[in-house]
């Protein structure tokens, strides 16, 4: 157990909709991380908050967003859901935002139908 | 973002040492090298870094080329539960420290 929750843990929905998922980050953590793996693209950093601040942005599409709250847990917002948007989505935190291990959640497995 | 070469695919036995090669010529003097594993249905898990020198941790050993252009990452003795895909990654010293994962090795331990 990493110490780093997300929810929900399988989640179905149709094309068109929107969707929130959820990450708790490990106890005094202040980094958290997005990253998106489907079957074509493997595993891909989405967009990355410190201290409730965004930090650096990877491939995250514009119908995509994410922020995260006082508390230091986070939402990644999924909107006009594509059947291309089915992927398990993976929430990591670190401590700090430099050289340090990430530790990652069990994901969230996304099927858009 | 510094570029990482592994094998897709490789195989050993229980109990036997595991070698895991991984190539990143154009390293630079500033990038760390990381392994993360997955095991099956589960999200990444760190198992070591390394600089410049050798690291040992209770997990596995990581042994680093002289000119930092390769190395590799040894299980001293697999055990089944080290079935799984192992990330070897650079990330820079300062900077954002997103993960960028290749392919990755998918590690296959017979019983």
């Known amino acids: 157990d990493s110490g780093v929750t997300q929810t929900p843990k399988h989640l179905i929905t149709a094309t068109g909709q929107r969707v929130t998922l959820r990450c708790s980050p490990r106890?005094?953590?202040?980094?958290v991380y997005w990253y998106q793996q489907s079957l074509d693209q493997g595993l891909q950093f989405l967009i990355q908050?410190?201290?409730?601040?965004?930090?650096a942005k990877g491939n995250i599409l514009e119908r995509f967003s994410a922020q995260q709250f006082p508390d230091l847990h986070s939402e990644l917002n999924l909107s006009s859901l594509e059947l291309g948007d089915s992927a398990l989505y993976f929430c990591?935190?670190?401590?700090?935002?430099?050289?340090?291990?990430?530790?990652f959640g069990p994901g969230t497995r996304l099927l858009v139908l | 973002d510094a570029k990482t070469t592994q094998p897709n695919s490789m195989e050993s036995n229980e109990e036997e040492p595991v070698h895991l090669p991984c190539n990143h010529s154009?390293?630079?003097?500033?990038?760390?090298i990381h392994w993360y594993r997955q095991l099956p249905s589960q999200g990444p898990e760190y198992v070591i870094h390394?600089?410049?020198s050798n690291v040992n941790n209770r997990m596995a050993s990581l042994a680093i080329a002289e000119d930092r252009k390769s190395s590799t990452l040894i299980l001293h003795r697999a055990t089944l539960r080290d079935a799984a895909v192992y990330y070897c990654?650079?990330?820079?010293?300062?900077?954002?420290?997103?993960?960028?994962f290749g392919q990755g090795t998918r590690l296959t331990i017979n019983p």
């Open positions: 990591a935190s670190s401590v700090g935002g430099h050289q340090e291990t990430q530790y």
């Open positions: 106890s005094g953590d202040l980094s």
């Open positions: 908050y410190y201290n409730g601040e965004e930090r």
């Open positions: 154009t390293i630079s003097g500033t990038d760390y």
């Open positions: 390394g600089l410049t």
């Open positions: 990654i650079l990330t820079v010293i300062q900077g954002a420290q997103k993960l960028v």
